[in-house]
Nanobody, 118 residues
Framework: VQLVESGGGLVQAGGSLRLPCAAS????????MVWYRQAPGQQRELVAT???????NYVDSVKGRFTISRDNAKKTVYLQMNSLKPGDTAVYYC?????????????WGQGTQVTVSS
């Protein structure tokens, strides 16, 4: 199983980015899909979660600005980020709880850099 993120880049404050993360491999099902971020010198922070049933949850600092969604047919989770702030600058990682024929475990993407300039 492999997770691949894309969509990161450099954007001015107030701008938007959309991050997709696609899973591939022999996958039976995907439970929760989660976006984390890690800024330089800081611990990794949970940003947003979406369950298999579509329920979502966000860290307070992104509520009203970020939207997490999923496309089960494409095995993809998205993070739509609007009204970006310099404080959103970080490497963004996706995480999925995936069932294969052998395991149920968490998988991580490689990360994508998001830089917001003031």
């Amino acid at each position: 199983v492999q997770l691949v993120e894309s969509g990161g880049g450099l954007v001015q404050a107030g701008g938007s980015l959309r991050l997709p993360c696609a899973a591939s491999g022999t996958i039976v099902s995907i439970n929760a899909m989660v976006w984390y971020r890690q800024a330089p010198g800081q611990q990794r922070e949970l940003v947003a979660t979406i369950t298999s049933g579509g329920n979502t949850n966000y860290v307070d600092s992104v509520k009203g600005r970020f939207t997490i969604s999923r496309d089960n047919a494409k095995k993809t989770v998205y993070l739509q980020m609007n009204s970006l702030k310099p404080g959103d600058t970080a490497v963004y990682y996706c995480n999925m709880k995936i069932a294969t024929t052998l395991y149920l475990r968490n998988y991580w993407g490689q990360g994508t850099q998001v830089t917001v300039s003031s």
